[in-house]
C-alpha cells in the first residue's frame, strides 16, 4: 500500500485563487474609474445632507457627463442629487 499522506493543496489553491482575482477585480475598477464626482446630495424624513465623492467613467469626466451617473447611483441608495460640485481627473 502506498503510505503517502495527500497534500493540502486544495486550500491554498483557493486562496491565491480569491486574492487574484480580488486584485484583478480591483484592478479593473480602478481603470474604469479615472475620474471623481464629487456631490451634495439630501434625503427627507428625517432631513440629511450629504457631500460626498463617487468614481464615475474616464467617458464621464464633465460635470454634465457625471450627472446622470452621479443621480442614479444616489437614488439607488435613497438620496437626491442636490448638486454636481466639481468632476476630475483621479490620480
Do not use: F
Amino acid at each position: 500500500m502506498n503510505n503517502i499522506a495527500p497534500r493540502p493543496y486544495g486550500l491554498a489553491m483557493m486562496k491565491t485563487l480569491l486574492l487574484t482575482l480580488g486584485l484583478i477585480i480591483s484592478v479593473t475598477t480602478v481603470a474604469d474609474a479615472a475620474c471623481v464626482a464629487e456631490y451634495k446630495a439630501k434625503r427627507s424624513n428625517p432631513t440629511q445632507y450629504e457631500h460626498g465623492r463617487m468614481n464615475v467613467p474616464d467617458s464621464a469626466c464633465t460635470q454634465d457627463a457625471a450627472m446622470p451617473i452621479v443621480r442614479a447611483a444616489l437614488a439607488d441608495r435613497g438620496w437626491t442629487l442636490m448638486a454636481i460640485v466639481k468632476v476630475a481627473k483621479s490620480n
